[in-house]
């Protein structure tokens, strides 16, 4: 082999060389810019921390909707899946028409809530649990007489496009202590 046959081939081993390593340096600053925009998006994605205080407030917004006396108004609180066991009904509620139909008769009584004692559960950003103890002050439509009911709750919340909903309420009166 001649001289200048070697000084090409050291030329092309270098040039391959070459390339090889700046192919390389692309990859990894493609895949460094790939992980630092993925890890962006995730922290600008990530929805803010859910709180107690929050799903505590749910309540009182439910709440709001029973003094409106407006039963598709409390009805608009449930998701359209929603499962409802309810205080006044041995009837199960599981879509939007039957719920609507358990508030119109409810409602007649002009109840307002107040919760007595609640154990939240934040599960994940999108779904959390509110269980615990409730008074109803109701009122007889007929008399005016108004009397305290005591109750079990138990919600269960799900953010959905953005608006938390029950996805199932339970209410059972409180048994007496025995």
């Known amino acids: 082999m001649n001289r200048m046959s070697r000084t090409r081939g050291r030329s ?4 391959r060389g070459v390339l090889a390593a700046g192919v390389a340096v692309a990859a990894l600053g493609t895949l460094a810019a790939g992980v ?3 890890q962006a998006d995730q922290k600008e994605r990530r929805p803010a921390k859910v709180t107690e205080r929050e799903i505590a407030g749910l309540f ?3 709440n709001a909707a029973l003094r409106t006396g407006d039963a598709e108004k409390v009805t608009e609180r449930y998701a359209e899946d929603a499962v409802l066991l309810p205080t006044a009904s041995p009837r199960i509620r599981t879509d939007h028409a039957a719920i609507t139909d358990y508030f119109e008769h409810f409602l007649r009584n002009s109840p307002r809530g107040e919760k007595l004692r609640s154990e939240i559960t934040v599960l994940d950003e999108n779904s959390a649990l509110d269980a615990g103890l409730y008074r109803f002050h109701l009122t007889d ?3 005016g007489a108004t009397r305290a009911v005591d109750a079990r709750y138990t919600y ?9 909903l ?3 309420h339970h209410s059972s009166v409180l048994p ?3």
Do not use: C, F, H
């Open 36 to 38: 630092g925009t993925a």
């Open 12 to 15: 092309r081993s270098r040039t």
């Open 60 to 62: 009182d917004r439910w």
């Open 166 to 168: 029950i996805v199932n």
């Open 141 to 143: 439509p007929g008399t």
């Open 156 to 164: 269960v919340y799900e953010k959905r496009g953005g608006d938390w």
């Open 176 to 178: 007496a202590e025995g």
